[in-house]
């Protein structure tokens, strides 16, 4: 499958925001069927939707394949707009609700699967979003539920992050973001994937004070979930910072720290499984081949153990 031929997408009209006007778009697989299980993408920061290899295996495994461009991202992103930037977690929560509502309608279930800041958008949503009820099931794929850093240096970053952000909305911060993750997957550097650049640059977008200040309460906020379907953390099995490309970054989560995501992840709901994924990079569907062809069954395997229990 290819973005281009096997994939139709759909403007998402919202209610204008600080900025002015605000669309998100939705993109369905062409392989859908209609009348069974779906699965609804969520991406991840200074990320988009470009994986149509993980629409193909949703299909395979008789899924029908949806993901949203949230706001301000990827195929959402207007010229009026700063780039992947929110005051809050809750804006995303409109299209997300669009979305599940109108998959839902030809859908017989709707699953949700998140990647990175996507993840804690989606477990945040699953906490207090308007239409969590039609979710079945939660697939995080290496949640942002921590910042990876140490306890002082993470206080004192919140800490100046929130204080820059009350006197200035768009004060931030340039090269905040290594370029190793972004070289290690697009083909024109070390991986095999490709993107759009202006979407997702290699060396990233600017890192607003107001966004970083968000996700801290995000964060925060998820001290008291209490997500009531089953949820799935897929991660990899080792963390490392790299300054600049080295082969680990191909065995590696080297954006979080899986130990973070571990202990936060579990304490998300009553119904978690944690899930290792070996040698996965951030994003495991991105791994070197046999890593993401594990991390797929796994995946399925799970879903299919809970429809079995749902019938």
Known sequence: MNLKDDYTSQILKLKADYEGDVTAVLIASNA???????ILYLHGYVDYFFHPHL???????????YALDLRKHGRSLMPHQHPNYCKTIEEYFEEISIAIRQIKKESTSVYLLAHSTGGLTASCYMNSGKERALVEGLILNSPFLDFY????????SIFAAKSIAKVSNY?????ALSPVYAESIHKDYF??????LAWKPIEGFPTYFKWVAAIARAQKSLAHSNISVPVLIMHSSGSVKLSKYSKEAMSHDIVLNVEDIKRVGKTLGNKVTLMQIDNAVHDVFLSPKAVRE???????????NLDSKNL
């Open 149 to 156: 850093k140490s306890k002082l240096d993470r206080a004192l």
């Open 294 to 304: 594990d991390a797929f069954n796994k995946l399925f395997t799970w879903l299919g």
């Open 171 to 175: 004060a931030k911060i340039e090269g």
């Open 191 to 196: 991986g095999e994937w490709d993107f759009n």
């Open 55 to 65: 629409g193909k295996r949703c299909n395979q495994a008789n899924y029908d394949f």
């Open 32 to 38: 859908n069927t209609g009348n069974r299980k779906s």
